[in-house]
């Protein structure tokens, strides 16, 4: 059974920089398959961040491209994000997730909350 | 402002058939038959009930099917049950720059 795991602060400063952590379980990343990032602000609806093919080939949404940096580490079985210059519009459930053929997304993590604020 | 557009709320009583609209354009919904909808009740992460417009993950109920016309996809849910409620989000495969877009999501009530 796959699983997902995200990990990292729960509270970031205004301006700083955002990183989290996917831990995939019950899979292996080199073997495939896209993983990406999805959040959603509270009381609000999904928003797809990036996402990153197993070899390393990134996609990012056009609106947050200069933002954000999603990578992989097969070896550990994990994928990260970085969102930069936060402010209190990047405060959100970050959820990670296995996208198939890149087109959607079968697993979830159970989602972490960020807040940004000083 | 989502890519995806949606009704905010759709509605029911236990048994009737209802169904939930999503339109794009003829770069996301109308040019791939990748549409998704997913099923997010509260407190709890999003769970895929419908990937590629009409098919079915293994455990979904067969009372949920997915459409396509045009620029338009649509989710059914046909003997609606209590545990239904939920909210429901509808995403699309946008090519290689947008990726992955989203619905704003539909706030399905029981009545």
């Known amino acids: 059974q796959v699983q997902l795991q995200e990990s990292g602060p729960g509270l970031v400063k205004p301006s700083e920089t955002l990183s989290l952590t996917c831990a995939v379980s019950?899979?292996?990343?080199?073997?495939?398959?896209?993983w990406g990032w999805i959040r959603q602000p509270p009381g609000k609806g999904l928003e797809w961040i990036a996402s990153?093919?197993?070899?390393?080939?990134?996609y990012y949404n056009p609106s947050l491209k200069s933002r954000v940096t999603i990578s992989v580490d097969t070896s550990k079985d994990q994928f990260s994000l970085r969102l930069s210059s936060v402010t209190a519009a990047d405060t959100a459930m970050y959820y990670c997730?296995?996208?198939?053929?890149?087109?959607?997304?079968?697993?979830w993590g159970q989602g972490t909350l960020v807040t940004v604020s000083s | 402002q989502s890519a995806l557009t949606q009704p905010p709320s759709a509605s029911g009583s236990p048994g009737q058939s209802v169904t939930i609209s999503c339109t794009g354009t003829?770069?996301?919904?109308?040019?791939?038959?990748?549409v998704s909808w997913y099923q997010q009740h509260p407190g709890k992460a999003p769970k895929l009930m419908i990937s590629e417009v009409t098919k079915r993950p293994s455990g979904v109920p067969d009372r949920f099917s997915g459409s396509k016309s045009g620029n338009t996809a649509s989710l059914t849910v046909s003997g609606l049950q209590a545990e239904d409620e939920a909210d429901y989000y509808c995403?699309?495969?946008?090519?290689?720059?947008?990726?992955?877009?989203f619905g704003g999501g539909t706030k399905l009530t029981v009545l």
């Open positions: 003829s770069s996301d919904v109308g040019a791939y038959n990748y």
């Open positions: 997730a296995r996208l198939y053929g890149g087109e959607y997304a079968d697993y």
């Open positions: 990153i093919y197993h070899s390393g080939t990134t």
């Open positions: 995403s699309s495969y946008a090519g290689s720059n947008n990726f992955v877009v």
């Open positions: 019950g899979y292996s990343i080199s073997s495939g398959y896209y």
